[in-house]
């Protein structure tokens, strides 16, 4: 099993910038793709970015392709996201999730472990 627990989200303006930490305990993390996710108020948990155990290969969604960046230390057992140019539409709960398999990384279902998630708002 594998605890996560985000870190680094808060109140930003338009064009700000924010770095999510997302702190594992338990199984190797190295083990485990990895994803974050986030879900607005009055929508559905979407896919955000993601990244393979190695690090090797990232994945980003459309509308946060080039201001977003994700990464990973598996040292540390830490993965990180780096908000840049923030947007009103960004805010929402940021999760981050780990996929056993390393397959459909954009598919929520195919997450097995969830931290709490984190709030991101940002003002206009």
């Known amino acids: 099993q594998v605890q996560l627990v985000e870190s680094g989200g808060g109140l930003v303006q338009a064009g700000g910038s924010l770095r999510l930490s997302c702190a594992a305990s338990g199984r190797a993390f190295s083990h485990y793709a990895m994803g974050w996710f986030r879900r607005a108020p009055g929508k559905e948990r979407e896919f955000v970015a993601a990244?393979?155990?190695?690090?090797?290969?990232?994945y980003y969604a459309d509308s946060v392709k080039g201001r977003f960046t994700i990464s990973r230390d598996n040292i540390k057992n830490t993965l990180y996201l780096q908000m840049n140019s923030l947007k009103p539409e960004d805010t929402a709960v940021y999760l981050c999730?780990?996929?056993?398999?390393?397959?459909?990384?954009?598919?929520?279902?195919?997450?097995?472990?969830w931290g709490q998630g984190t709030q991101v708002t940002v003002s206009s």
């Open positions: 990244i393979t155990w190695s690090g090797g290969s990232t």
């Open positions: 999730a780990a996929n056993p398999t390393g397959l459909s990384l954009q598919v929520v279902t195919r997450y097995l472990y």
